[in-house]
């Protein structure tokens, strides 16, 4: 594999996994990042990453890192819209079967993985404008005007991947939208060890605590709430909350802090196609996630480490087969995965008060398992 001339496009979580492994087996990919420097790992919130995504960083001799700046997330909690509790999920299933289920702000992840990589490997402010196949190679022209062949393209620039329009006709990939959305913005308190989420009939309010800081998500019905704007919205939903649950109703005052609240519409995507020749997709330009489930990036992590693994065991000849492997054995458990958060949206993303209010009375008796039971198979490797 060492004179294997690899391109990665996209420096985010996927890509940076990726070249992280294949510097391990002793190949030095170029990878080239849209982002300016000075603008890179700015942005992002908070991450929950399963073990099926953390325990890519055992490999790369990162845990340490990664536990000194994460925290163990202990229990899921589901709440009325009012606040009050309708039922609390213990991890401990996942924590102590499989591993540490841990809150990490996007941006540490990243730097955890940057610390592997080296910035020398990325060239920012760049993207890939043509793929063009050649007899044993692609012919790569980026946004510079340089032309370059290489014997692996791996496409890792999200799930709005420009790239992939290069490589997949547009019957090839779709997108599911939700229709709903919302802000996300910090709340600079110390953490609790609990996710929160509050869920009524047009309504979503989320608690996500990382380390020295808890993410809220506030959000709706796009159409709706983009029509009221966030001030009016959040003072709906505050009103709703009863005075006996300080934490949400503080966690709204969060935004006042920030006066331009990235705001998020949930989607997804999926590739029907994972590869061409010796051209590859990987993370969410493979199959993207909704956040609902919390599995896009420590799915993106394991697939890197599938992709990879795969392909250090085959030649320059045979890339093709490898890539083949490669989707045989990642594309039906990504698309698990992906049902299971697409499953979890629709009963948390509900419109009618009646149907929210029949939702609430029958979750007490699902457990988390049975909630996420696609997502549990993956965990298990099926």
């Known amino acids: 594999m060492q004179n294997l001339k690899t391109l990665i496009v996209g420096a985010g979580v ?9 510097i391990n087996q002793g190949i030095e990919p170029l990878i080239l990042e849209r982002e300016k420097k000075e603008d890179f790992n700015e942005s992002g919130y908070m991450l929950g990453l399963l073990p099926l995504g953390g325990r890519v960083l055992n490999t790369l001799d990162a845990r340490k890192d990664y536990f000194e700046n994460s925290i163990q997330m202990e229990s899921y909690e589901i709440h009325r819209a009012d606040g009050t509790l309708i039922k609390n999920y213990p991890l401990n299933f996942i924590n102590e079967k499989y591993g540490s289920y841990r809150g990490i702000t996007r941006t540490g992840l990243i730097d955890i993985l940057l610390r592997k990589v080296g910035q020398d490997k990325i060239k920012f402010n760049t993207t890939v404008t043509a793929l063009n196949d050649q007899p044993e190679s692609t012919e790569v022209t980026s946004s510079s005007g340089e032309i370059e062949n290489f014997d692996l393209v791996v496409i890792a620039d999200g ?28 709340f600079n308190k110390n953490p609790i060890s609990s996710y929160k989420e509050y869920w009524g009939s047009k309504a979503f ?40 649950y300080k934490l949400p109703r503080q966690a709204l005052h969060s935004f006042d802090e920030n006066n331009e609240p990235f705001f998020w519409e949930f989607q997804d995507c999926r590739s029907h196609i994972w590869y061409k020749k010796n051209v590859v997709l990987l993370g969410d330009a493979a199959t993207g996630f909704l956040p609902t489930a919390g599995v896009g990036a420590s799915m993106a992590m394991d697939s890197a480490a599938a992709l990879v693994d795969e392909l250090s065991r085959v030649d320059k000849a045979h890339i093709n087969y490898g890539l083949k492997l490669y989707k045989s054995r990642q594309k039906g458990r990504a698309e698990k995965a992906q049902k299971d958060s697409r499953n979890l949206g629709k009963m948390m993303f509900i419109k009618s008060s009646i149907i929210s209010a029949l939702r609430n009375k029958i979750l007490p008796f699902y457990s988390l398992q049975r909630m996420l039971a696609d997502l549990s198979e993956v965990m298990e490797g099926k």
């Open 205 to 244: 309010l989320g608690l996500y605590p990382v380390k020295d800081k808890i993410g809220v998500f506030l959000g709706g019905p796009v159409d709706n709430i983009k029509k009221k704007g966030l001030n009016v919205f959040r003072s709906e939903v505050k009103e709703s909350i009863s005075s006996n």
């Open 159 to 186: 799930i709005h991947s420009e790239t992939r329009k290069l490589m997949l006709n547009q019957d090839e990939y779709d997108y599911y939208d939700t229709g709903w959305g919302g802000w996300v913005t910090w």
């Open 14 to 22: 996927a890509g940076l996994t990726c070249a992280a492994l294949l």
